[in-house]
């Protein structure tokens, strides 16, 4: 029997109507949990993403940041 080498998308990733897979910077609970305490985002290991949603899920929180949805420092993310 064969078995389905299909992977399960991470929680994290949205896919689109059209089949496009993109990180929502409006989801600002799923980002907090792909950053430190401190403000520093995890890398790709730790988060068990692979390098292409790594550099989505950063352009995500580097846009809530720069829109204020997001601090940039530890002050406010706890």
Do not use: H
Not at 4 to 22: A, D, M, N, W
Not at 42 to 53: C, D, E, I, L
């Amino acid at each position: 029997m064969q078995r389905s080498e299909r992977k399960q998308t991470p929680p994290f990733i949205t896919v689109s109507g059209k089949g496009v897979e993109y990180v929502d910077y409006k989801n600002i609970d799923a980002l907090r949990r792909l950053m430190s305490p401190n403000g520093k985002i995890y890398g790709r290991k730790r988060v068990g993403a692979n390098a292409q949603q790594q550099r989505r899920i950063a352009r995500a929180i580097k846009q809530a940041r720069y829109l204020g949805l997001l601090p940039y420092t530890s002050a406010t993310l706890r």
